[in-house]
C-alpha cells in the first residue's frame, strides 16, 4: 500500500527528452494553477537523464542522476514518470518502482501494449496506480475519458485516427495530391516522421494505442499480438481519388468492437464517409470516436504528439495521483477545479471590452452614397472594412447591406452603430453579428 | 465529513423525469459492468417523485416517496441525484442533502450558475462532493477534461455549441433553406425544442452552462449575471446565406476567454470559418472546444441533450463519488477500468471473422470480359458489388478495376480474393480497403 503524501508530491522523472523536457516546462509554468488545484505542489525532485553533464547550466533545481534504479530506489519520490521509451530498462524501472510502492505515471505505448498485464497485475498487487494517459493521443483525455467519463456505458465500438505521421502522409496525399514517397518525405522533413518512419506508416504505433484503449473499454487483458495491423505503406495516390470519387477519404483507423462473440481489434487504412467528422480530421491530428449504448457516439479530439500536448496528459496523471493521495474528498473529486481561496481573481469584463470582427446587416434607402455614409462613419471609428456584399436590389426600396469588419473593441464599434442607426437612410435595426476564428485567422 | 461506505452506493433520486428515468434504466441495464469498474455496486434506495401512483406497475425495487425531503433526511442515503430541474425547491434540497454530509449529484444548470457558489462554498465545508457533469453538454465528459484531463494547462479560451436546439434550427436554417419560424416549428415538432422556447433560442440554457466551464476552466466564482447573452432570433435566413458567401457558417457560441484584465464571458450567435472543425457540428450535437497552453485546442463532441445521454454523465459522476468513496487507490483512479476478475471474458477475434464493406482495386489486362470474371467469383462467394469505378483506359494494357463490396465476411472475402488474385488476367496484387460507415450507412 502507498503511504499518503501530506507535503508536495515528489515526482521521479526517468528520461529528458522531448516530453521529459515539456513535462519540466509545464510543471513549472503552471506550478501555482496546479496546486491550487490540487491543494498541494507537484515537483520534481530527482530526474534520471542518460548524460547529466549535457544539463549543465540548465537549472532543474533538483537531483539529477544517470542512473535510472537510482530514482526508483529514491525513498523520498512518491510518483515515477517514465518518458525514457524503448523496453528495457523501462520495464524493470516500472517493476521496481511498483513494488517499491510507487504510482507510475508512463507514456509508454509500445511497453503497455507488450507488456502492460504483468505490470497492471503488479501495480494491482501493490496498491498502486499506473497511468498512461500519455500514451495515447497525446493530450486529448481519452483515457480519461472512456474510463471515467463513459464509465456509465457499455461501450459498443470506438474508431480512431491514433497515428499523426501517417494523418499527416493522407491528408498530403489528398489535399496536395502527393503520392506516397514524396508525402512521407514531407512529413519527416517537418518533424512528423521519424527517420525509420515503419512503426509508424505500418500501423504498430496506432495498434499498440488501440489495444491499450480496447483494454479500458472492454475490460480486457492487453493483446498486442492479436490485433490485426495493416499501414499505409501500400496506398497509392490512386486510391485517395477513387475513394473520393465514390464520396469517401481514407483514414488509418484503429477500430475496436465488441461482438456477442469477442472483440475486433484492428488497425488498417479505411474508406470514410467524406460528411463523416472523423473525415475533417487533418494532417497530425488525432480524433477518437467512441459509442456508448447509453450517451451514443461522443468524439475527442486534438494533437497526438508533440512536447506540451504530450507533457499536458502526463501532468493531467500527476495531479490525478496527487489527489488520490488527499484525504479531503473534495480535492479527490472536486466541484470545482480550483480551492475556493483563488476564485475571484479575475473579474468578468463588459461587452465593451471584448475585441472581435464583424458581421453587421444594414438596412438602407437605394439610393448613391449610402455606403459612402456608412463607410465614413466606420472610419471615424477606426474601424475598417475587411469585405462587403451588396445584392443586386434593382427597383427594390430598401437595400440590405453586408459588411465584414476587421478586428475591433466592441465599445468602438457601438459608438459607431448608434451614428449608423440615427442616419436617415438607414430603414431598420442595424443586425450585428460577432465573427470568430477559433485558433484559425477570422 | 462524509463517512466511508463499504457496501453498496445507496443513492437518492430526486425527479423521475426523462432524465431521471434514464438515469434508472442505465444504471440498472448496466449494473454488471459498473460494480465492476467501480469495486462495488450502485443503486437507488430511494426515488422522490412527484405522483407517485404514477409509477404503479413500474417495478423500481426501491423505497419511492412524494416527499423528496424524505430523501434527503434518509440516513441511509449516500449520494443525492437532484434532476427535478428548477430553482426552489431543488436549491433547499441539495443545500439540506450537503448539510446532512452527503454527496450531490445533479444536472441543473440554471440553479448552479445562478445559486452555485452558495451550494460550492457549503459542500466545501462540509467535504462532500457537489458534481455536475451532467449539467452541461449532456453526456460529454467536458466538465470532467476541463477540470481533470487538462488540469496541467492554463486554459486560454473556450468556445462550444452548447445549447442542442439553437444549433438544430441553424442547421436547418442553412442546409433546408428553412426561416426561423419554420425551422423553429420543426424543433418543436421533434422536441428538440420546448413549447416555450426562449431559454433556448434566447441563449439562457447555453449562458446557464457557459458559466459553469468558465468557473471550471478559470477557477472563478459562477456569475450568471454578467454573462453576456444574445440568442438567435434576430436571424434572418439571409444572414445565413451572405455569412455563406462569405466563406462562414453561423453558430450559437458560449465564449470564454482569459485575458490579462479578466473574462470574457458572452453567448451570441457567431460566424466562423466553414472548414472550422466546429462549424461541422450540425444538427442537436454539442461541441465544445478548449484551448489550453500545454496541449494545444482540444474538441469533444456529442449528444448535448436526451434521457440517456444525460444518464451517462449522471451515472459517471456516481462513479467518480463511488470511487471517492473507496479506501483502495487503485479504485480511486484505476489504471484499467475493469476489475481484474473479469479481464478474459471476451476473446480477441480473428480477423477472417469481421465483417466490413470493402473497397478493392484490381489490376488486369485491357480485355472484354474481365469485370465478369471477376464479378462472378464474388458471387460464387455470396459478395455483392455496390459500386464500380473503370476509368477509360485507352491502349493501357493494364487497366485498374475499383470495386466497392457490400458487407462481408471478411473470410469470405479472403477466400474469393485467393481466386481472383490466380486469374490469369490479374496482373498485380490486389489492393483490399475496408470502408466502414461509423454509424452511418457505409
Redesign the interface.
Known amino acids: 500500500m502507498?503511504r499518503p503524501v501530506m507535503g508536495p508530491v515528489r515526482v521521479g522523472l526517468l528520461g529528458m527528452g522531448t516530453v521529459g523536457g515539456?513535462t519540466v516546462r509545464?510543471?513549472r509554468?503552471?506550478a501555482g494553477?496546479?496546486a491550487?488545484?490540487?491543494g498541494r505542489e507537484i515537483v520534481i525532485a530527482q530526474a534520471a537523464v542518460r548524460n547529466p553533464a549535457r544539463l549543465q547550466g540548465l537549472d532543474l533545481g533538483c537531483l539529477v542522476t544517470s542512473d535510472p534504479f537510482a530514482v526508483v530506489r529514491n525513498p523520498e519520490i512518491d510518483v515515477v514518470v517514465e518518458v525514457m521509451g524503448g523496453i528495457e530498462p523501462a520495464r524493470s524501472l516500472i517493476l521496481e518502482a511498483i513494488a517499491a510502492g510507487k504510482h507510475v505515471v508512463t507514456a509508454n505505448k509500445a511497453l503497455l501494449a507488450e507488456h502492460g498485464n504483468v505490470i497492471?497485475?503488479a501495480?494491482?498487487e501493490q496498491?498502486?496506480?499506473?497511468?498512461?494517459?500519455a500514451a495515447v493521443a497525446?493530450?486529448?483525455?481519452i483515457i480519461?475519458?472512456?474510463?471515467?467519463?463513459?464509465?456509465?456505458?457499455?461501450i459498443q465500438w470506438l474508431?480512431g485516427i491514433i497515428n499523426g505521421t501517417s494523418n499527416y502522409i493522407l491528408t498530403q496525399m489528398r489535399a496536395e495530391a502527393k503520392d506516397f514517397p514524396s508525402a512521407l518525405a514531407e512529413a519527416q522533413r517537418l518533424g512528423y516522421a521519424e527517420a525509420d518512419p515503419g512503426l509508424d506508416i505500418d500501423g504498430g504505433d496506432a495498434a499498440h494505442k488501440l489495444t491499450l484503449l480496447a483494454?479500458?473499454?472492454?475490460?480486457?487483458?492487453v493483446?498486442f499480438a492479436?490485433?490485426?495491423v495493416e499501414g499505409i505503406r501500400?496506398?497509392?495516390r490512386?486510391?485517395v481519388v477513387?475513394?473520393e470519387?465514390?464520396g469517401?477519404r481514407?483514414k488509418l483507423?484503429g477500430?475496436a468492437k465488441?461482438?456477442a462473440?469477442?472483440?475486433?481489434?484492428?488497425v488498417?487504412?479505411?474508406?470514410?464517409?467524406e460528411r463523416?467528422?472523423?473525415a475533417?480530421?487533418e494532417g497530425p491530428f488525432n480524433a477518437v470516436?467512441v459509442?456508448?449504448?447509453?450517451?451514443?457516439?461522443?468524439?475527442?479530439?486534438?494533437?497526438g504528439a508533440?512536447a506540451?500536448?504530450t507533457?499536458?496528459?502526463?501532468?493531467?496523471d500527476?495531479?490525478?495521483?496527487a489527489?488520490?493521495?488527499t484525504a479531503?474528498?473534495?480535492n479527490?473529486?472536486?466541484?470545482?477545479?480550483?480551492q475556493?481561496d483563488?476564485?475571484?481573481?479575475?473579474?468578468?469584463?463588459p461587452?465593451a471590452?471584448?475585441e472581435s470582427a464583424y458581421?453587421l446587416?444594414i438596412h438602407a434607402h437605394n439610393r448613391p452614397g449610402v455606403l459612402a455614409q456608412v463607410a465614413t462613419v466606420l472610419a471615424e471609428h477606426d474601424i475598417s472594412i475587411e469585405?462587403l456584399?451588396q445584392k443586386e436590389a434593382g427597383a427594390a426600396a430598401d437595400v440590405?447591406i453586408?459588411l465584414?469588419l476587421h478586428r475591433c473593441r466592441e465599445g468602438d464599434l457601438d459608438a459607431a452603430l448608434a451614428r449608423i442607426q440615427a442616419l436617415p437612410v438607414v430603414t431598420r435595426p442595424v443586425?450585428r453579428?460577432?465573427?470568430?476564428?477559433?485558433?484559425?485567422s477570422?
Not at 291 to 303: E, F, H, I, N, P
Open positions: 502507498s515539456g509545464v510543471l509554468r503552471n494553477e496546479i491550487r488545484r490540487v497492471f497485475a501495480a494491482q496498491g498502486v496506480v499506473v497511468a498512461f494517459e497525446g493530450g486529448i483525455p480519461k475519458a472512456i474510463r471515467e467519463g463513459l464509465a456509465g456505458n457499455r474508431a483494454s479500458i473499454a472492454f475490460g480486457i487483458p493483446d492479436h490485433c490485426h501500400n496506398l497509392d490512386v486510391d477513387y475513394a470519387d465514390l469517401y481514407i483507423l477500430i465488441r461482438r462473440d469477442g472483440v475486433e481489434l484492428r488498417h487504412p479505411t474508406l470514410i464517409p463523416h467528422l472523423l475533417s480530421v470516436l459509442d456508448g449504448d447509453a450517451v451514443g457516439q461522443t468524439l475527442y479530439y486534438g494533437r508533440g506540451e500536448p507533457a499536458s496528459a502526463i501532468v493531467a500527476l495531479v490525478d495521483v489527489r488520490t493521495l479531503d474528498p473534495s479527490r473529486v472536486p466541484h470545482l477545479a480550483f475556493p483563488c476564485m475571484s481573481a479575475l473579474p468578468l469584463l461587452m471590452a471584448v458581421y446587416r469585405a456584399v440590405p453586408v465584414l443586425l453579428l460577432r465573427v470568430e476564428g477559433l485558433g484559425e477570422a
